[in-house]
């Protein structure tokens, strides 16, 4: 009974101990949850502010999304910690004091927000750097810091208190301990006499037990408390008789779940290095400028992605009448003339289509027919832009790194059409579909590099249509136009591919001429100035009359300036004394500066 008392007050003073100890740790976390919620409340604040000026100087609307949801983010913290430090009045007023201000912040970064998102960019930009807010920022900043210092003081006194606690109940227990021990010690003197046959036949047991023996004990042990133990102890043995053999089936199955693991850890470990390699390929194929630099990326990633399966990647004539093939490897020769649409099941039907076996499915027309292959159509924003021609059976791992390929390829093949699509709308003339001045000015500096690196002939032909104004006067604007395009029309199909023709603005033209001396160019420029005359011109049923123009031709040499400025003079010399002779002629330029 007294050991019993003993413990029982023991409990009861380590139990208080530990209740006080629980609640001033308590205290504790409620000071770090305060002031890591505080933390981030600010640094969503920052990286709102990161987001809005993201937005207004890149333009891009991931920022401004950014900068709603870290907003949102900081007013959620911030409302939080106003809330957990309602049980300290100091700490709750300058919370609410700081949310108030960040709500000030909120509304003073949305206004230069709001002004970008309508296009007003410079004005945000200008209210940004003017340093509008910057005081109300730094009053969140100071205050922040003054409440987090006034909550760390706190977090280290509760921290102080509760350690004073834990080591004033680790003395009580020490001195109780102490006690009940001396207390048992002198009750388990008295009964050790009554335990040592029960307890040696039990230890035998155990031991015998834990060395594999199959051992059951006989519950008659003279003792209520004995008999007990003897009972749970054949209970236990059997339990642990059963859990072995569950332990085994566990570890077979441990096993199999083991090697299944390996398997796929192997298989995420070769897509990674797939979708490692496609995105190399991807970077490559969106800085690519021409079709045969993307030709040459497929024709050395597809292989590496799709080993041992040769292939070939097509796409849409600008027609979009035939397939036509951009590139092909593995040793596979297909047609360069391309194929139909409707030739492929897989266009047809908007989805993958394979021969997996001989006779297993239909045969698309543009496919060899012995051939077991796979089409897979390329799509991009619902539009079926080519189709990827695969000879061979695809396996499981194969499909997989097939999707992933055609998704790249055909983003690949929007951004390459539209960058090229974009280069010409900056070199074309739109009204006649000639290159433009700039580009001119460009393609002459260039040629006039080359021609002085290899001594060929470079020859400039500057030409302007004869009377152009009566036609604006007579019959309007529209009708120049009417001209513009026929004459435009005639110089583009008469003069060769090599040659640049431009507009050079108004009714004047450029054509750039290299390899080809002036005397050699005279008689082709004639043929345009005679096939220019030879053009009757109509508009809305009725005649607009005939047209001609001059010409005026030079050669470039290497005492002429390197920008092509001395050569356009002399071209342009040339065609002034072409027009002040009589017009619809073609003069040779003898100026050499």
């Not at 292989?303 to 041992?308: A, I, K, N």
């Not at 390329?378 to 079926?384: H, S």
Request: charged content about 20%.
């Amino acid at each position: 009974m007294i050991v019993v008392f003993a413990l029982a007050s023991l409990a009861g003073l380590l139990v208080d101990a530990s209740n006080q100890t629980s609640q001033s740790f308590g205290r504790v976390r409620h000071s770090d949850r305060v002031i890591e919620i505080a933390q981030q409340a600010m640094a969503d604040l920052r990286e709102a502010e990161s987001g809005q000026r993201g937005f207004i100087l890149t333009h891009d609307p991931a920022f401004a999304r950014s900068f709603a949801e870290r907003m949102a983010s900081s007013r959620r913290n911030i409302a939080q910690v106003v809330a957990l430090t309602a049980d300290n009045p100091l700490q709750h007023a300058r919370a609410g004091t700081i949310s108030g201000l960040i709500s000030q912040r909120g509304i003073g970064l949305r206004e230069p927000l709001a002004l970008s998102r309508r296009g007003r960019f410079e004005d945000a930009v200008a209210i940004i750097a003017s340093g509008r807010g910057r005081d109300l920022a730094d009053a969140i900043t100071v205050r922040a810091q003054a409440f987090l210092e006034e909550e760390r003081v706190l977090q280290t006194n509760r921290t102080t208190a509760a350690d004073q606690r834990l080591a004033r109940g680790k003395q009580l227990a020490l001195i109780g301990a102490s006690v009940v021990a001396l207390l048992v010690a002198i009750s388990f003197a008295l009964l050790i006499r009554s335990i040592r046959r029960p307890l040696g036949t039990m230890t035998q047991a155990m031991t015998d037990l834990g060395q594999g023996e199959k051992v059951r004990i006989d519950t008659a042990m003279g003792s209520t408390e004995f008999t007990r133990l003897a009972t749970g102890y054949n209970v236990m043995a059997d339990r642990l008789e059963d859990a072995l053999a569950e332990q085994a089936t566990s570890e077979r199955h441990l096993q199999i779940a083991n090697a299944e693991l390996h398997t796929n850890g192997a298989m995420l470990q070769e897509r990674g290095e797939v979708i490692e390699l496609l995105g190399a390929m991807a970077h490559r194929m969106h800085a690519a400028r021409t079709d045969d630099e993307l030709a040459q990326i497929i024709c050395v990633f597809v292989p590496r992605v799709l080993p041992e399966l040769p292939g070939a990647l097509y796409a849409h004539n600008h027609s979009r009448n035939l397939l036509v093939p951009i590139a092909s490897w593995g040793g596979l020769e297909v047609p360069q003339d391309g194929f139909a649409p409707d030739q492929c099941w897989a266009l047809r039907r908007g989805q993958s289509h394979c021969v997996s076996e001989a006779g297993g499915d239909i045969v698309c027309g543009h496919a060899d027919v012995p051939d077991l292959y796979h089409c897979e159509p390329l799509l991009a924003g619902g539009e079926v832009i080519g189709v990827l021609y695969l000879q061979g059976a695809l396996n499981k791992e194969s499909r997989f790194s097939l999707r992933v390929l055609t998704e790249n390829i055909s983003s690949a093949l929007v951004n390459h059409r539209l960058q090229r699509s974009l280069r010409e709308q900056t070199i074309r003339d739109p009204l006649t579909g000639l290159f433009n001045r700039r580009y001119m000015e460009e393609a002459l500096t260039l040629e006039i590099a080359r021609a002085s690196r290899s001594d060929a002939p470079l020859s400039l032909v500057m030409c302007d249509i004869d009377h152009f104004k009566r036609f604006n006067d007579e019959y309007g604007h529209d009708a120049g136009d009417i001209v513009l395009q026929a004459v435009a029309g005639v110089m583009r199909s008469r003069f060769r591919d090599g040659d640049v023709v431009c507009r050079y603005g108004g009714e004047e033209f450029t054509v750039i001429a290299p390899g080809t001396s002036a005397e050699a160019l005279m008689g082709r420029v004639n043929d345009v100035r005679q096939a220019i005359s030879d053009l009757t011109l109509h508009r809305n049923g009725s005649t607009l009359g005939s047209t001609s123009m001059s010409f005026g031709i030079a050669t470039w040499n290497k005492t002429m300036a390197r920008d092509g400025l001395t050569l356009m003079q002399a071209a342009d010399s040339a065609l002034y004394q072409a027009k002040r002779e009589g017009r619809n002629r073609a003069l040779i330029s003898r100026i050499a500066a």
